[in-house]
């Protein structure tokens, strides 16, 4: 079982816990377990076969025993009794901005509303302003919101801060390769934007493949999308893509730059170089 959906049945229940009015530390509690899941640099699942679950902070006993239930049988148990409760999309209706807890339970408990196809549809009618302290203008909001929802981009963006830790062990662990020259962080991760989708690293090595292979067998790696002689792709634990680009020394420079500057940075330069009758390129 991946990390992310560890992470994922622990941000349900917690919810469901918010939905069914638990106290205030236990929906926190999850919410911290979920999110040591899903930042964990190592298998969620191997640390439970290992009985090392509750080396992670955030994880105690309790929360333990709901993460080894989940992997034997898919479900929370928790989780599957206060679904019987809570039908239905009413846990992603917290999920809108505004829409707290309270206000899906009470649309769920006077409408009957348990999808968000069914909540659109009572926007749309009018109908979710019968409930007090709801109006035209809530109305609005959570089409509004809903409408966002369905056009947000699927790809997920970390921040920088989550990044960098996970950024700095893969490139200890690849320059401590005998077949690593230099290795270097490239990407958005390098120019410190506030949030990166992925983590780009460009390296030199006497061997390519060794290095690769480095990288493709580190225990911080879960998948391996593509390897070669020149770089390999592949994903963490905590599902942040690494992508591994190995160059000749000469053209170290010039792809650590390529890849480092943003789009309208390298399209810049190369018109700077074109009007001086130079051509430039990752290659050189």
């Known amino acids: 079982m991946k990390n992310a959906e560890v992470a994922a049945a622990l941000d349900e229940l917690a919810d469901l816990y918010e939905l069914d009015e638990a106290v205030v530390y236990r929906v926190v509690a999850y919410r911290r377990a979920a999110r040591a899941a899903r930042e964990s640099a190592v298998s969620i699942e191997l640390l439970a076969e290992h009985g090392r679950l ?97 056009k947000r981009p699927p790809a997920e963006r970390r921040l920088l801060s989550d990044m960098l830790p996970l950024a700095e062990r893969i490139i200890v662990d690849l320059r401590a390769h005998p077949a690593a020259g230099r290795v270097e962080l490239a990407g958005s991760a390098r120019r410190m934007t506030e949030t990166c989708k992925d983590l780009d690293i460009i390296a030199t090595s006497a061997t390519p493949p060794e290095l690769c292979e480095a990288l493709s067998g580190s225990d911080l790696v879960r998948e391996t999308k593509a390897i070669g002689d020149a770089g390999a792709k592949v994903v963490t634990h905590s599902g942040v893509g ?24 390298n399209i810049a330069l190369r018109e700077y170089a074109v009007g001086r009758g130079r051509h430039v390129s990752e290659n050189g």
């Open 54 to 150: 509750t080396e992670l902070e955030g994880i105690g006993k309790t929360i333990e025993q709901k993460i080894e239930a989940l992997m034997a049988t898919g479900e929370i148990p928790a989780a599957a009794k206060l679904k019987g409760k809570f039908p239905g999309e009413l846990v992603k209706f917290m999920g809108l901005p505004g829409l707290g807890a309270k206000t899906a339970r009470k649309i769920h408990e006077e409408l009957g509303v348990t999808s968000l196809k069914q909540l659109r549809g009572a926007a749309e009618a009018g109908e979710l302003r019968s409930i007090p302290g709801l109006g035209p203008k809530a109305e609005q909001n959570i089409l509004e919101a809903l409408e966002a929802a369905r």
């Open 242 to 265: 690494v992508d591994l680009r190995v160059a000749a020394p000469e053209q170290f420079g010039n792809l650590l730059q390529h890849l480092s500057g943003s789009k309208q940075h």
